[in-house]
């Protein structure tokens, strides 16, 4: 039998996530040991009920409530308590005490990532975060290591299962925007205030530490341009499903070049978008997460996979235990934050992409015409023009005849787009902007 030295892991939370670590750390802990070369011991798990229920039947003498001296006697501290504080502080106290940590967090990495980066640089820790991205999904190693020798041009991805959860039920089964929300809560798939899915927070948390990696820049999450989904109703989904699309949130993070100085910049930015049905991206069902990254030399890679759930965000959260581990018996330097490049990020008027605007508008001669010339004024390309239902609305106390138009364009400046949507706003022959969706993919 082979004697292994201990590797102390401690675990601060114990819910969704970390309730399935423990399980998962504990039932296998001869072959993580035969792994790492070490025992991986878990000393406690820190949570705030010592009562409440947990989805893994675990030792009730590993829980404490006392955070604080668990991390004093560990050499490696998982952190899946999520929120900002106490959160923070325990990963400066971790790294400060000599800890390398591993942490699913990215509401704390998109706000308080260079201050962590930069403590445990100084006492040369380590950060571990490949769950803290699409749950399950490789993608933080992927860039931050397999892709280090090349450049990355795009990443376009489905990062949050929860809204991508919603948006798929409303397509597939008609469902409401809330039933669907509900059972994405009911699974475990929503952070515990579901707005931060629905107003699409989370995704641009993730965006933030996709595009610092993939840019070599620091990607405030202030500068990830966010837009939610609860504009996008039921009417929406139909409509773009009719017109051959599907509705997902994306997050898009790309090189492109500043439209005023000609400069190279970088955008991110997060938002409703019309996928072609037949773009893999609209095959992405329930809380499945996706990101296609488009690199010059690799091209394009996908991946793709569980981005929510205990115990697939575990099977990440473990990797990077592992890693860890090996460093903690084996030594070696890590990997550093890579910010050097230190790029402009762009505001959302300098993306240029493609657009499906929706009006409705009085169904009277000459409203194609002025709707397609201010569309001309404002260097807008059309490409195609779909009238859709009928109805009526009251102006003046008559009913005067409406028709839905939707009108798609080739690829335009954001800022020529929503001048030309202000435009439309105020034309006679619009009753109403009904929605304006950015189209994704080729
Ligand atoms: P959760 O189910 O709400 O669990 C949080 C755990 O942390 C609970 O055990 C809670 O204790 C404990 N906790 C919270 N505040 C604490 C405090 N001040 N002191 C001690 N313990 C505290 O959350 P989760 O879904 O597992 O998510 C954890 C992290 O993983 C978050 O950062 C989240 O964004 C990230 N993540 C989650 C998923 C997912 O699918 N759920 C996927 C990827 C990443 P009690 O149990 O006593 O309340
Ligand atoms: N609430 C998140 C989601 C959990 O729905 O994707 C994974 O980060």
Redesign the pocket.
Known sequence: MIEYRNVRVALLGGGTVGAQVARLLLEHKEEFASRVGASLELTGIAVRNLDAARSADLPKELFTTDAESLILGADIVIEVMGGLEPARSYILQAINSGADVVT?N?ALLATHGTELFEAAERVGAQLYFEA????AIPIIRPLRESLAGDRVKRIMGI???????ILDKMDTEGASFDDALAV?TELG???ADPT??VDAF?AAQ?ASILASLAFHTTIPLESVHREGIREISGKTVELAKKAGYVVKLLAVCERLTDPTTGEEGVSARVYPALISREHPLAAVHK?N?AVFVEAEAAGSLMFYGA??GGPE?ASAVLGDLVSAARRHVIGGPGLGASTHANLPVLPISAITTRYHVTLSVFDRPGVLASVAEEFAKHGVSVELVEQGTFGSEAVSGEAAPTATLVIGTHAALESDLAATVSALAQLDAVSSVVSVLRVEGA
């Open positions: 699913a990215k803290a991205v699409a749950g990062v949050n299962g929860t809204t991508n959860y994405a798939y929503a952070e931060a899915d989370d993730k809380a997460n981005g929510a965000t």
